[in-house]
């Protein structure tokens, strides 16, 4: 396989960024907003900065291939706790392990800092392809469902240390 890597976004990123979400609109489809923008884009990348996270751009031979936003510590202040709140990868590059690896790459980065004992993340409860997922990762359901302020209801997931 070609060389993975994650890195940040840069604003000029938007236009490949919207591209990923648009081929990803299967998964769009199972919340509130159906359809990709480029005011999607930009308020989910606001909104992981805004909320102390971060947002990347997975590639493949320089080509992204998806997008990871995870907050590395204090999630509902609580430095302990870190939240993976956005994987998404193109259809063509599904199933092949990519996932699991870039999963793995993130909790490699979080678990730097050893006052992080755990890690959360969040799956819509129509998504059970995702919870499979997040399962075979090592995650489990701790909490839900809940249903959020946007109208999804969820399963809360975790991982500790």
Known sequence: MDTLKI?????DDKDD????YRQCEDFLTLGPQPKASLEMVIKDIDDAYNEGGVFQGIYISGKIIGVVSYIRKGFEDKL???FISLLMIIPPF???G???KIVNTVEKEI???KR????LTAVQVNNPEALRF???NGYHIGGGPVTRPDGTTVFQLRRNR
């Open 7 to 11: 890195k940040t976004v840069k604003p």
């Open 17 to 20: 960024i919207l591209e990923v």
């Open 80 to 82: 302990s706790n870190a």
């Open 94 to 96: 599904r199933k092949k």
């Open 98 to 100: 990519i996932g699991t």
């Open 111 to 113: 678990f730097m800092d």
């Open 116 to 119: 992080v004992t755990t890690i």
């Open 134 to 136: 997040w399962e075979r």
